[in-house]
């Protein structure tokens, strides 16, 4: 499941509209690491295009992860102040939106609702993340799309409600940020 949709879910559409004016968009290109594991970053990243691979170094740089479009980068490190336990890399040409840490700690400190809708979102995420975690140890597999469907609709009618907003506003952002970068390019 897309990540950010927990995210865009909570917010409102003025809160998406302020990240979308302090965001930039940078091009990946394929081989280069975003985030390299023990560097502090200085941004929140969406995938909104493309594939990363995370890596670990204390498991020989054996990838772990895939990461695509609509997955959250970098939200560890922004909650707990401290450098990335993974090394995050494009396996394709990526396009992201960096969301500069600065600017969004300072909305978080200004902006009491704001802060409670992010930090609510993100608690949601990481909760969901934690738990297929602790599903695949205990199978020992990656669930099938079946029971990630149970998994979904296991979930409180309010967190799938706002998932379903969370891909709307998804899609919405997809489309401003592609237009916004084709008039750059004109």
Do not use: C
């Amino acid at each position: 499941m897309k990540k950010v949709l927990f995210i865009l879910g909570e917010l409102t559409d003025d809160d998406i509209d302020w990240m979308i004016a302090i965001s930039t968009q940078e091009r990946v290109p394929a081989g280069t690491i975003l985030i390299r594991e023990g560097q502090l970053i200085d941004a929140l990243y969406i995938v909104i295009d493309g594939t990363l691979t995370v890596s670990v170094a204390a498991l020989g740089d054996r990838e772990v992860a895939h990461l695509s479009s609509g997955e959250v980068v970098g939200e560890m490190s922004f909650v707990d102040e401290r450098p990335p336990s993974a090394t995050v890399t494009a396996s394709v040409d990526t396009l992201v939106m960096a969301i500069p840490r600065e600017q969004l700690v300072v909305k978080l400190q200004q902006d009491v609702g704001f802060a409670s809708r992010f930090y609510r979102a993100l608690a949601i995420f990481l909760s969901d993340r934690l738990r297929g975690t602790v599903n695949r140890l205990v199978s020992g597999k990656e669930p099938s799309a079946e029971e990630r469907t149970a998994q979904e609709n296991s979930m409180a009618p309010n967190i799938r409600d706002n998932l379903a907003l969370g891909g709307t506003r998804f899609d919405w952002l997809m489309r401003r940020l592609r237009g916004m970068d084709a008039q750059t390019l004109e």
